[in-house]
Protein backbone atom coordinates (compact mmCIF):
# COMPACT_ATOMS: atom_id res chain seq x y z
CA UNK A 1 0.00 0.00 0.00
CA UNK A 2 2.67 2.54 0.94
CA UNK A 3 5.64 3.06 -1.04
CA UNK A 4 9.53 2.89 0.71
CA UNK A 5 9.26 6.61 0.53
CA UNK A 6 6.37 7.11 2.26
CA UNK A 7 6.93 4.74 4.96
CA UNK A 8 10.55 6.73 5.31
CA UNK A 9 8.43 9.89 5.68
CA UNK A 10 6.69 8.95 8.40
CA UNK A 11 9.70 7.64 9.72
CA UNK A 12 11.59 10.93 9.63
CA UNK A 13 8.89 13.63 9.69
CA UNK A 14 6.02 11.14 12.28
CA UNK A 15 3.20 11.78 9.45
CA UNK A 16 1.79 11.02 6.20
CA UNK A 17 -0.80 12.67 4.04
CA UNK A 18 -2.51 9.89 1.68
CA UNK A 19 -4.85 12.44 -1.11
CA UNK A 20 -8.27 10.91 -1.87
CA UNK A 21 -8.55 8.51 0.30
CA UNK A 22 -12.37 8.31 0.86
CA UNK A 23 -15.03 8.44 -1.90
CA UNK A 24 -17.39 10.88 -2.30
CA UNK A 25 -19.82 8.60 -2.02
CA UNK A 26 -18.69 7.21 1.89
CA UNK A 27 -17.54 11.15 2.35
CA UNK A 28 -21.54 12.14 2.20
CA UNK A 29 -23.01 8.72 3.63
CA UNK A 30 -20.96 9.09 6.78
CA UNK A 31 -21.58 12.82 7.16
CA UNK A 32 -25.48 12.30 6.63
CA UNK A 33 -25.24 9.36 8.88
CA UNK A 34 -23.21 11.70 11.69
CA UNK A 35 -26.42 14.31 11.78
CA UNK A 36 -28.79 11.39 12.06
CA UNK A 37 -26.67 10.16 15.45
CA UNK A 38 -27.49 13.95 16.50
CA UNK A 39 -30.92 13.17 15.33
CA UNK A 40 -31.86 10.25 17.04
CA UNK A 41 -30.24 11.18 19.93
CA UNK A 42 -32.16 13.29 22.47
CA UNK A 43 -29.20 14.65 23.92
CA UNK A 44 -30.93 15.41 27.23
CA UNK A 45 -27.73 13.23 28.63
CA UNK A 46 -25.29 15.02 26.43
CA UNK A 47 -22.13 16.45 28.29
CA UNK A 48 -19.79 18.47 26.98
CA UNK A 49 -16.57 18.15 26.18
CA UNK A 50 -13.18 20.45 26.47
CA UNK A 51 -9.41 19.84 26.10
CA UNK A 52 -9.07 23.56 27.56
CA UNK A 53 -11.36 22.56 30.76
CA UNK A 54 -11.49 18.61 31.46
CA UNK A 55 -13.25 19.19 34.80
CA UNK A 56 -16.32 20.20 32.09
CA UNK A 57 -16.52 16.58 31.31
CA UNK A 58 -18.79 14.76 32.92
CA UNK A 59 -16.63 11.33 33.73
CA UNK A 60 -19.47 9.10 33.75
CA UNK A 61 -21.12 9.89 30.39
CA UNK A 62 -17.63 9.93 29.10
CA UNK A 63 -16.29 6.91 30.13
CA UNK A 64 -19.61 5.20 29.23
CA UNK A 65 -18.97 6.47 25.44
CA UNK A 66 -16.00 3.73 25.52
CA UNK A 67 -18.47 0.92 24.22
CA UNK A 68 -21.37 3.39 22.95
CA UNK A 69 -21.88 5.90 20.73
CA UNK A 70 -22.18 9.14 22.24
CA UNK A 71 -23.04 12.84 21.25
CA UNK A 72 -20.75 16.01 23.31
CA UNK A 73 -22.30 19.58 22.92
CA UNK A 74 -19.35 21.78 21.93
CA UNK A 75 -18.08 24.08 25.14
CA UNK A 76 -19.34 27.34 23.83
CA UNK A 77 -22.80 25.43 22.65
CA UNK A 78 -24.54 27.23 25.04
CA UNK A 79 -25.56 30.59 26.26
CA UNK A 80 -25.36 32.09 29.72
CA UNK A 81 -29.45 31.67 29.92
CA UNK A 82 -28.29 27.71 28.79
CA UNK A 83 -30.15 28.03 25.85
CA UNK A 84 -27.89 26.90 22.39
CA UNK A 85 -26.82 29.51 20.35
CA UNK A 86 -27.53 27.81 17.66
CA UNK A 87 -29.24 24.85 15.82
CA UNK A 88 -28.37 21.17 17.54
CA UNK A 89 -27.05 20.05 14.50
CA UNK A 90 -24.17 23.27 14.93
CA UNK A 91 -23.59 22.44 18.67
CA UNK A 92 -22.30 19.05 18.74
CA UNK A 93 -18.08 18.96 19.13
CA UNK A 94 -18.03 14.87 18.86
CA UNK A 95 -19.69 11.61 18.38
CA UNK A 96 -17.70 8.70 20.17
CA UNK A 97 -16.23 6.05 20.84
CA UNK A 98 -17.48 2.69 19.16
CA UNK A 99 -19.02 3.65 15.91
CA UNK A 100 -16.40 0.99 13.98
CA UNK A 101 -18.66 -2.09 16.18
CA UNK A 102 -21.68 -0.26 16.41
CA UNK A 103 -23.10 1.46 13.24
CA UNK A 104 -23.15 -0.84 9.93
CA UNK A 105 -21.77 2.30 7.66
CA UNK A 106 -19.03 3.45 9.74
CA UNK A 107 -18.09 -0.42 10.82
CA UNK A 108 -18.27 -1.37 7.02
CA UNK A 109 -16.10 1.76 6.30
CA UNK A 110 -13.26 0.82 9.17
CA UNK A 111 -12.80 -2.59 7.81
CA UNK A 112 -11.66 -1.05 4.27
CA UNK A 113 -8.51 -3.58 3.44
CA UNK A 114 -6.41 -0.47 2.70
CA UNK A 115 -6.90 0.94 6.05
CA UNK A 116 -5.32 -2.15 7.35
CA UNK A 117 -2.42 -2.27 4.89
CA UNK A 118 -1.43 1.04 5.78
CA UNK A 119 -1.10 0.03 9.76
CA UNK A 120 0.81 -2.79 8.43
CA UNK A 121 2.59 -0.81 6.50
CA UNK A 122 3.65 1.36 8.96
CA UNK A 123 4.46 -1.33 11.19
CA UNK A 124 1.84 -2.30 13.19
CA UNK A 125 1.99 -5.85 13.25
CA UNK A 126 -1.43 -6.47 14.69
CA UNK A 127 -3.85 -3.56 14.16
CA UNK A 128 -6.47 -2.54 16.40
CA UNK A 129 -8.81 -0.51 16.33
CA UNK A 130 -9.73 1.11 19.44
CA UNK A 131 -11.71 4.42 18.62
CA UNK A 132 -13.48 5.78 16.49
CA UNK A 133 -14.85 9.61 16.71
CA UNK A 134 -16.41 12.15 14.27
CA UNK A 135 -15.42 15.65 14.96
CA UNK A 136 -17.03 18.38 13.96
CA UNK A 137 -15.67 21.52 14.58
CA UNK A 138 -18.56 23.37 14.59
CA UNK A 139 -18.91 26.90 12.34
CA UNK A 140 -18.36 29.53 14.70
CA UNK A 141 -18.43 27.91 17.97
CA UNK A 142 -16.04 24.99 17.31
CA UNK A 143 -13.33 25.15 20.06
CA UNK A 144 -9.67 24.79 19.86
CA UNK A 145 -8.22 21.65 20.95
CA UNK A 146 -4.80 22.27 22.75
CA UNK A 147 -1.40 20.55 21.76
CA UNK A 148 -1.38 17.19 22.56
CA UNK A 149 -0.05 13.30 21.61
CA UNK A 150 -2.78 11.03 20.97
CA UNK A 151 -0.65 8.31 23.23
CA UNK A 152 -1.16 10.48 26.42
CA UNK A 153 -4.49 8.49 26.13
CA UNK A 154 -3.78 5.41 24.03
CA UNK A 155 -0.39 4.39 26.51
CA UNK A 156 1.01 1.11 25.16
CA UNK A 157 4.58 -0.17 25.70
CA UNK A 158 6.11 -0.27 23.40
CA UNK A 159 4.15 3.13 22.06
CA UNK A 160 2.12 1.51 18.88
CA UNK A 161 -0.85 4.18 18.57
CA UNK A 162 -1.53 5.39 15.64
CA UNK A 163 -4.12 8.00 14.09
CA UNK A 164 -5.79 7.94 11.30
CA UNK A 165 -7.67 11.65 10.69
CA UNK A 166 -9.90 11.82 7.58
CA UNK A 167 -10.67 15.01 6.37
CA UNK A 168 -14.87 14.68 5.33
CA UNK A 169 -14.81 18.49 4.57
CA UNK A 170 -12.01 20.61 3.21
CA UNK A 171 -10.33 21.60 6.00
CA UNK A 172 -8.51 25.20 6.26
CA UNK A 173 -6.79 27.81 8.17
CA UNK A 174 -10.27 29.36 8.29
CA UNK A 175 -11.74 26.42 9.80
CA UNK A 176 -9.65 25.30 11.98
CA UNK A 177 -7.75 22.64 10.48
CA UNK A 178 -4.27 20.40 12.18
CA UNK A 179 -1.34 21.84 12.99
CA UNK A 180 1.66 19.82 13.31
CA UNK A 181 5.06 19.22 14.55
CA UNK A 182 7.47 17.60 11.63
CA UNK A 183 9.99 15.63 13.55
CA UNK A 184 8.02 16.18 17.17
CA UNK A 185 7.31 12.58 16.90
CA UNK A 186 11.02 11.64 17.96
CA UNK A 187 10.18 13.66 21.57
CA UNK A 188 9.69 11.82 24.50
CA UNK A 189 5.85 11.63 25.51
CA UNK A 190 5.08 14.59 27.78
CA UNK A 191 1.78 13.44 29.17
CA UNK A 192 0.00 10.41 30.27
CA UNK A 193 -4.08 9.91 31.60
CA UNK A 194 -4.96 7.57 34.10
CA UNK A 195 -8.30 6.23 34.72
CA UNK A 196 -8.10 4.92 38.18
CA UNK A 197 -11.70 3.74 40.31
CA UNK A 198 -13.43 6.13 37.74
CA UNK A 199 -11.19 9.24 38.18
CA UNK A 200 -9.54 10.98 35.22
CA UNK A 201 -6.34 12.94 36.18
CA UNK A 202 -3.72 14.36 33.69
CA UNK A 203 -0.11 13.26 34.89
CA UNK A 204 3.10 15.52 33.47
CA UNK A 205 5.76 13.35 31.99
CA UNK A 206 8.28 16.01 30.51
CA UNK A 207 8.85 19.27 30.44
CA UNK A 208 9.60 19.83 27.02
CA UNK A 209 7.25 22.90 26.14
CA UNK A 210 4.62 22.55 23.00
CA UNK A 211 6.08 23.51 19.78
CA UNK A 212 3.76 26.44 19.39
CA UNK A 213 6.38 28.22 17.46
CA UNK A 214 7.60 25.39 15.15
CA UNK A 215 3.81 24.24 14.12
CA UNK A 216 2.69 23.63 10.63
CA UNK A 217 -0.65 23.86 9.44
CA UNK A 218 -1.99 21.17 7.64
CA UNK A 219 -4.48 22.35 5.63
CA UNK A 220 -6.00 19.46 3.53
CA UNK A 221 -8.45 18.37 1.05
CA UNK A 222 -11.87 16.85 1.57
CA UNK A 223 -11.27 12.95 1.54
CA UNK A 224 -7.62 12.88 2.14
CA UNK A 225 -6.46 10.93 4.88
CA UNK A 226 -3.61 12.33 7.55
CA UNK A 227 -1.51 9.81 9.50
CA UNK A 228 0.07 10.23 12.15
CA UNK A 229 2.19 9.10 15.53
CA UNK A 230 1.20 8.57 18.77
CA UNK A 231 3.81 11.34 19.73
CA UNK A 232 3.62 13.48 16.89
CA UNK A 233 2.27 17.02 18.68
CA UNK A 234 -0.88 18.37 17.34
CA UNK A 235 -3.18 21.02 17.95
CA UNK A 236 -6.49 22.69 16.27
CA UNK A 237 -7.30 26.39 16.37
CA UNK A 238 -11.04 27.35 17.23
CA UNK A 239 -13.40 27.56 14.10
CA UNK A 240 -15.05 31.10 13.59
CA UNK A 241 -15.48 30.92 10.32
CA UNK A 242 -18.88 29.61 8.83
CA UNK A 243 -17.84 26.29 7.26
CA UNK A 244 -17.68 23.19 9.59
CA UNK A 245 -14.68 21.23 9.24
CA UNK A 246 -15.85 17.51 9.97
CA UNK A 247 -13.06 15.15 10.78
CA UNK A 248 -13.32 11.25 11.14
CA UNK A 249 -10.59 9.58 13.21
CA UNK A 250 -9.28 6.27 13.85
CA UNK A 251 -7.14 5.24 16.85
CA UNK A 252 -5.34 2.12 16.08
CA UNK A 253 -2.86 0.46 18.87
CA UNK A 254 -0.44 -2.86 18.21
CA UNK A 255 -2.53 -5.89 19.80
CA UNK A 256 1.16 -7.42 19.53
CA UNK A 257 2.30 -4.58 22.82
CA UNK A 258 0.96 -3.64 25.83
CA UNK A 259 -2.11 -1.62 26.51
CA UNK A 260 -2.38 0.02 29.80
CA UNK A 261 -4.89 -1.00 32.40
CA UNK A 262 -5.28 2.79 33.29
CA UNK A 263 -6.62 4.36 29.73
CA UNK A 264 -9.70 5.58 30.37
CA UNK A 265 -10.75 3.32 27.53
CA UNK A 266 -11.40 0.28 28.09
CA UNK A 267 -13.54 -2.71 25.79
CA UNK A 268 -14.25 -5.47 27.62
CA UNK A 269 -17.34 -5.94 26.10
CA UNK A 270 -16.30 -5.38 22.73
CA UNK A 271 -12.92 -6.70 22.37
CA UNK A 272 -10.44 -6.04 19.99
CA UNK A 273 -11.33 -5.80 15.98
CA UNK A 274 -7.80 -6.30 14.32
CA UNK A 275 -7.82 -4.82 11.39
CA UNK A 276 -7.31 -6.64 8.55
CA UNK A 277 -5.19 -6.62 5.00
CA UNK A 278 -5.80 -9.22 3.07
FE1 LIG B 1 -5.23 14.12 18.97
Given amino acids: MLSEEQKQQFEEMGYLLLADMVTERERLALIERAYQFIEEDDLSQAGQFSTTDRSRIDNRYFLGSAETIRCFFEEEAFDEGGELRQARSQSINKIGHALHDLDPLYRQFARRREFGAVARDLGISQPSLYQTMVIFKQPR?????????????FYTEPTSVVTYWFALEDATLENGCL?????GHKGPLRERYFCEQGLLRMEPLSDLPWPTENGQAMPVKAGSL??????????????RSDRSRIALTFHVVDAASEYAEENWLQRPGLGHFVMSSD
Fill in 141 to 153: IGGEVTWHQDATF
Fill in 179 to 183: WLEPG
Fill in 226 to 239: LVFHGHLPHYSAPN
